[in-house]
């Protein structure tokens, strides 16, 4: 079982940045970020895998980037240039396989662990 957990959620004005971290138990092929508001089903924000391929949503192109340290088991989340829109609960996810082939998707059937969630509040 792996068990994720996220930080570095907080409150911002619109414009700002933030920089989402997630610690993994161990490793995992794919590491990606979610989120969702309320009223809203949860979408994929990005995916990495353990090359660092990496997918966005096209939502976030430009303004988030997704990254991995292989040694930490650790995922991050850079969120530049936030508006109210991005304003939503960002959970962490991991498929949980030891290899992989063909990189990874921001579908939630691909993820099988799944952290409590760090809230980001964007203010305009």
């Known amino acids: 079982q792996v068990q994720l957990v996220e930080s570095g959620g907080g409150s911002v004005q619109s414009g700002e940045s933030l920089k989402l971290s997630c610690a993994s138990s161990?490793?995992?092929?794919?590491l990606a970020w979610f989120r969702q508001s309320p009223g809203k089903e949860r979408e994929g924000v990005a995916a990495i895998d353990s090359d660092g391929s990496a997918t966005y949503a096209d939502s976030v192109k430009g303004r988030f980037t997704i990254s991995r340290d292989n040694s930490r088991n650790s995922v991050y989340l850079q969120v530049n240039s936030l508006k109210p829109e991005d304003a939503a609960m960002y959970y962490c996810?991991?498929?949980?396989?030891?290899?992989?082939?063909?990189?990874?998707?921001?579908?939630?059937?691909?993820?099988?662990?799944w952290g409590q969630g760090t809230q980001v509040t964007v203010s305009s």
């Open positions: 996810a991991a498929d949980g396989a030891t290899s992989g082939l063909g990189g990874c998707t921001t579908e939630e059937y691909e993820y099988f662990h």
């Open positions: 161990g490793y995992t092929y794919c």
